[in-house]
């Protein structure tokens, strides 16, 4: 299988979070997908705007400010958003009402498409090893789970009141090479990323699909099979990364990081 092209460019994308670690790792790769790039944070962008992009601020606790950002918007890729576990205040402003302002906007504005960036963290409690597709029980590990359980459940309600259509990526560990052991079955490269969130912005009639982001592993933890409506596949492996991570001292028994998918994620806070 090839890296993703689109069958025709949109003319404008937009994507949240731009300034981020994965909007700067990503925004270039997205520039075949759309015939402008708009990009949005409230953090300055790490580069300048290249002639294809323009740079448009904005909280997204903003509610006018949001419905202004999607206005003459194809489609968009929300990587915005707070993105670690944090006090519930925090994920309120940015995550619960950012994603509201985002599917109003998008209601408000004509947007059909979104491609959210959804977590493991929304299954964070499942154990390791234990197999699960998109239709298992959501067991956020943290607020910050709750917060990407709530995305989903939004982008569930816009598609069947309005026809807005997502696809939310449960994104497993976006680095560019695995880290750690749990990172063996989590981690997906940022080719596979940007070739999944190519699917996920052109396949007609997806409605709203929950897929896992993470590249080939051989001990997956996540079936991807309700996904194949996408029609994307990994290209990428954390096999050649594995003898290095083994070759790590053990983790303790009682580490979270080997017990939970979520990982620490499962004992962040509280904060008060
Ligand atoms: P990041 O924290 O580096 O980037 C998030 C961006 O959102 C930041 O630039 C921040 O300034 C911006 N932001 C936060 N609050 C905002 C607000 N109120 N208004 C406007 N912008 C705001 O996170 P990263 O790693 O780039 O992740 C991108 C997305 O993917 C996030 O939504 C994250 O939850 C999700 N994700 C990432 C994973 C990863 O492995 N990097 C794994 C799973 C999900
Ligand atoms: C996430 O959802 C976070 O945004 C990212 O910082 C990583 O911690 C990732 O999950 C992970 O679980 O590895």
């Not at 997502?166 to 063996?184: D, F, H, K, M, Y």
Request: proline residues 7%; negative net charge; charged residues 20%.
């Amino acid at each position: 299988m090839k890296d993703f092209m689109p069958p025709m460019p949109l003319k404008r994308l937009l994507m949240t979070g731009a300034a981020g670690g994965l909007g700067r790792e990503l925004r270039a790769r997205l520039a075949p997908f759309a015939e402008r790039l708009r990009l949005s944070d409230l953090a300055p962008l790490a580069a300048t705007p290249a002639p294809h992009e323009e740079d448009m601020p904005c909280d997204l606790a903003d509610k006018a400010g949001m419905r202004a950002l999607l206005a003459d918007v194809d489609a968009v890729v929300h990587f915005g958003g707070v993105s670690v576990e944090r006090p519930f205040e925090q994920i309120l402003e940015a995550n619960l009402r950012g994603v509201f302002h985002l599917y109003e906007a998008a209601r408000l504005q004509g947007v059909r498409r979104i491609v959210f960036a959804s977590s493991n963290h929304t299954i964070g409690f499942y154990r390791q090893g234990e197999r699960i597709d998109t239709s298992a029980k959501q067991r956020p590990d943290s607020y910050y789970g709750v917060s990407k359980c709530f995305g989903e459940d939004m982008a569930q309600m816009y598609f069947e009141r309005y026809g807005i259509e997502t696809v939310s990526i449960r994104i497993g560990s976006a680095l560019p090479e695995p880290q750690n052991r749990r990172q063996l079955s989590t981690w997906i490269s940022h080719r596979d990323l940007v070739n999944l969130i190519g699917h996920a912005l052109f396949t007609p009639g997806v409605g709203h699909t929950i897929v896992y982001g993470a590249s080939a592993s051989r001990d997956t933890w996540w079936d991807n099979s309700g996904a194949s409506v996408l029609g994307w596949a990994p290209l990428d492996s954390s096999e050649p990364y594995r003898a290095a991570i083994e070759a790590q001292p053990p983790l303790a028994d009682d580490d979270p990081n080997g017990i939970y998918q979520g990982g620490f994620f499962v004992n962040e806070g509280p904060f008060d």
